[in-house]
T-cell receptor
């Protein structure tokens, strides 16, 4: 039973380009969460999605960032017009259905570097 | 807003010692608390999950306790080994669906 799969593991972009990060949840998991870990800081929640729905995006920056979890395929975190401050590790987690008490399982993350 | 604090930020111990990592949180209205391990450049590995109705959970040499009313949790590691060297993260889940993380304790076990 494969775990949460994130790709790419490392992504390098120049300022102004777009970054697309992908996350495939564990089999049977319909809830996906994105977190960001800035250098020397803790993980911060960005967005929580279920299939075709954004449930909570209270942690997402208001501009340039968007997320989706389509009916088919992985969840995508998209960052437009990247800036140096977007350099971070982006982690995806998934959990099965079930309110509140289910553990979240994390992928290995995507390390985004902005030149 | 929930805030999670972990003390100490870094800890070095000789191999074989028992040790305790601390986690505190400001809002006691939580569903559960998870302890994770993060190795450099890697993702998070879930170690223990304690539901709000539980007092402790054990897995091998690890024991995690939860005192919800005082907003505290501890992770006890028995007979530490060099392979235990990693950053240990505490995260709480409240009414929202996301986890609130501490900044971690970086543990080094010296052979």
């Amino acid at each position: 039973n494969a775990g949460v799969m994130q790709n790419p593991r490392h992504l390098v972009r120049r300022r102004g380009q777009e970054a697309r990060l992908r996350c495939s949840p564990m089999k049977g998991h319909s809830h996906v969460y994105w977190y960001r870990q800035l250098p020397e800081e803790g993980l911060k929640f960005m967005v929580y999605l279920q299939k075709e729905n954004i449930i909570d995006e209270s942690g997402m920056p208001k501009e340039r960032f968007s997320a989706e979890f389509p009916k088919e395929g992985p969840s995508i975190l998209r960052i437009q017009q990247v800036v140096r401050g977007d350099s971070a590790a982006y982690f995806c987690a998934s959990s099965p259905p079930g309110q509140g008490r289910q553990p979240q399982h994390f992928g290995d993350g995507t390390r985004l570097s902005i030149l | 807003k929930q805030e999670v604090t972990q003390i100490p930020a870094a800890l070095s111990v000789p191999e074989g010692e028992n040790l305790v990592l601390n986690c505190s949180f400001t809002d006691s209205a939580i569903y559960n608390l998870q302890w994770f391990r993060q190795d450099p450049g890697k993702g998070l590995t879930s170690l223990l999950l304690i539901q709000s109705s539980q007092r402790e959970q054990t897995s091998g040499r690890l024991n995690a306790s939860l005192d919800k009313s005082s907003g505290r949790s501890t992770l006890y590691i028995a007979a530490s080994q060099p392979g235990d060297s990693a950053t240990y993260l505490c995260a709480v889940k409240g009414g929202a669906n996301n986890l609130f993380f501490g900044t971690g304790t970086r543990l080094t076990v010296i052979p």
